[in-house]
């Protein structure tokens, strides 16, 4: 297994007393799920700020002990209380009513945020300290796939650096970078998972072509991409390399692989990935 890939099997436990999640949404019941099943932490050790009363059910009834709040001040104010980390998992456009609301108090507690596109300067203002990593996670999370960058401000320490990674990692991959790679990650892994869903359609509609069924289609499409994406993960190889290793000579995969070439499908991959940088980049 290549050396940057932290495998889940090795994830300890969080040197933090309580996490508290500011929205319980479905990317922080992936990360907190993880954390659970991994055992990096309990659910008596998290409390979830959520002002729909159903999502605040399933926290409980899912996770016996688990806190669970409204956004009245009292409930904050008890779910921040004694809290070591905060996760913001809210969307980007709530983020600043949380900021203007005195009753998170962020004190010195280390900050996580998932709000795409929020800068660390546009955090560090809002919690009031620089204890602040950004995080750009993407929805295989969900399913325990996940991959994410992150990049720190200047008051994180290599305690909360360590307590960071065992948390993306135990719903995937997960590596550090600069906040200016920030939007290179977004293109990448934060939306290329449509890129891939559409990959894996497209193959399908070709199975339909030539006469599978659809479902069988869909189905070999889907593992085929699967276990192509755990060749690359698993055996270290150049992607090329396992390419050149099923291209026989004068074979069916060689005459494939002229045709996508010819249609542009490398180019339009690279391009694709620019354009969703630059939108990133728009968005700031």
């Given at each position: 297994m290549p050396p940057a890939l932290i495998e889940l099997m090795t994830i300890s436990k969080l040197t933090v007393a309580k996490l508290t999640s500011v929205g319980g949404g479905q990317m922080a019941r992936a990360l907190i799920g993880g954390m659970i099943a991994k055992e990096a932490l309990s659910p008596n050790q998290i409390a979830v700020i959520e002002p729909t009363a159903s999502s605040r059910d399933w926290w409980s009834q899912t996770y016996s002990g688990c806190q669970t709040s409204g956004t009245e001040?009292?409930?904050i104010?008890?779910?921040?209380?004694?809290?070591?980390?905060?996760l913001l998992?809210?969307?980007?456009?709530?983020?600043?009513?949380?900021?203007?609301?005195?009753?998170?108090?962020?004190?010195?507690?280390?900050?996580?945020?998932?709000a795409a596109g929020l800068q660390l300067g546009t955090l560090v203002a809002g919690v009031g300290h620089d204890r602040v990593v950004r995080v750009m996670p993407n929805t295989p999370s969900?399913?325990?796939?996940?991959?994410?960058?992150?990049?720190?401000?200047?008051?994180?320490?290599?305690?909360?650096?360590?307590?960071?990674?065992?948390?993306?990692?135990?719903?995937?991959?997960?590596?550090?970078?600069?906040?200016?790679?920030?939007?290179?990650v977004t293109a990448v892994s934060g939306s290329g998972p449509a890129y891939m869903f559409l990959l894996i359609e497209a193959l399908a509609d070709g199975g339909v072509a030539e006469g599978l069924p659809r479902q069988t289609a869909l189905e070999l499409a889907t593992q085929t991409m699967l276990g192509a994406a755990k060749m690359v993960r698993d055996t270290g190889l150049h992607p090329g390399q396992l390419k050149d290793n099923v291209?026989?000579?004068?074979?069916?995969?060689?005459?494939?692989?002229?045709?996508?070439?010819q249609n542009g499908a490398r180019a339009a991959m690279i391009d694709a990935v620019a354009a969703a940088a630059r939108r990133s980049r728009e968005l700031k």
């Open positions: 001040a009292s409930g104010v008890a779910a921040m209380d004694n809290a070591d980390l905060v998992a809210v969307k980007p456009h709530v983020m600043s009513h949380v900021f203007e609301n005195e009753a998170y108090n962020f004190g010195d507690k280390l900050v996580i945020s998932i969900l399913v325990g796939e996940g991959a994410a960058g992150f990049c720190c401000a200047d008051g994180v320490t290599p305690s909360d650096v360590d307590n960071v990674e065992k948390m993306l990692a135990s719903v995937g991959y997960v590596t550090q970078v600069s906040e200016s790679q920030m939007d290179a291209c026989s000579p004068g074979g069916t995969t060689i005459a494939a692989v002229r045709s996508l070439e």
